[in-house]
């Protein structure tokens, strides 16, 4: 029924014009409010935003379970998929940097990043390069995090893990905090090494086993490093370097870049969902 659930639940996603409908926080957002009054320990207060609507879910989905022939298991499992997935239109607001360094736009390229990911003024870019840097780091991630993460965790655990795992970037995002990026670092570490798999299955598979290799080895390295770096090593493309100047590179491919790393994305969580297929099919 897994298996059913999660087809239906991202064709759901991908013919639903009004998919925001179903993306309302204001819920969570609310009881995080309340649990910070408490003035619980920080790593108490992530545990119980995030645990009790997975006990909720998960509750509910086992008393599903056999509710008409499992009809009604596979619709909340439908539900919590759905609400589950990423926010915002992930295709259009990479587009609209990728156009903006496509311009020469740097400073409009850096707003919008700013303004889509939440980013510190501060922590403006030097220059093209490092603006690129920043930005294969950040919309990686976010195409991970939005999709593939959320995919994974519901084979692995269930409707109610992929509600739990989206719960706890809602809660980092909006409160940040050493404990939230911590438990991230870790549920995301076996998700993003396989999605760069994909990569190297999708793209340069030769030219990125290197990186691929080092994703494995290193236990430090973050999914957004390992999505950056061995997602443009299948895509043959460098990575921005420190100590480079912008005269000695040439910038104006950047929006390309970016185009081809959203491709890639997309290319990764399909070719794990073809494998998951003809495991289920054949067993």
């Not at 009054?37 to 997975?54: C, D, I, Q």
């Not at 992929?162 to 870790?186: C, I, M, P, W």
Request: glycine content about 8%.
């Amino acid at each position: 029924m897994t298996f059913i659930a999660l087809i239906l639940g991202l064709l759901v996603a991908s013919l639903w014009d009004d998919i925001r409908s179903i993306h309302q926080d204001d819920w969570f957002y609310r009881f995080s409010d309340w649990l910070n009054k408490l003035v619980l320990p920080e790593p108490l207060t992530v545990a119980v935003a995030v645990l009790a609507p997975w006990f909720v879910a998960a509750t509910l989905m086992a008393s599903l379970d056999s509710f008409l022939f499992g009809l009604g298991w596979i619709a909340a499992a439908i539900f919590l998929l759905v609400y589950s997935l990423g926010r915002g239109d992930f295709e259009e607001q990479a587009r609209i940097y990728g156009g903006s360094v496509a311009s020469g736009d740097n400073e409009g390229a850096w707003l919008h990043l700013r303004e889509w990911f939440g980013l510190e003024q501060d922590s403006a870019p030097a220059d093209a390069r490092a603006l690129q840097a920043l930005a294969v780091r950040q919309i990686g991630y976010e195409g991970f995090q939005r999709q593939f993460a959320i995919l994974f965790w519901f084979v692995v655990l269930g409707p109610a893990g992929a509600l739990a795992y989206r719960l706890l970037q809602l809660h980092h995002n909006d409160r940040g905090g050493e404990t939230s990026a911590k438990v991230l670092f870790v549920v995301d570490w076996v998700p993003s090494r396989l999605y760069a798999l994909g990569f190297a299955l999708t793209g340069d598979f030769l030219g990125s086993t290197d990186e691929l290799g080092d994703a494995w080895s290193d236990p430090s390295m973050s999914a957004s490093e390992v999505i950056a770096s061995v997602g443009l090593a299948a895509l043959k493309l460098p990575m921005p370097h420190d100590g480079v100047e912008d005269a000695e590179i040439d910038c104006s491919g950047y929006g390309d870049d970016i185009e081809e790393l959203c491709a890639l994305l997309s290319r990764s969580w399909m070719t794990w969902l073809a494998i998951w297929s003809v495991v289920v099919l054949l067993g």
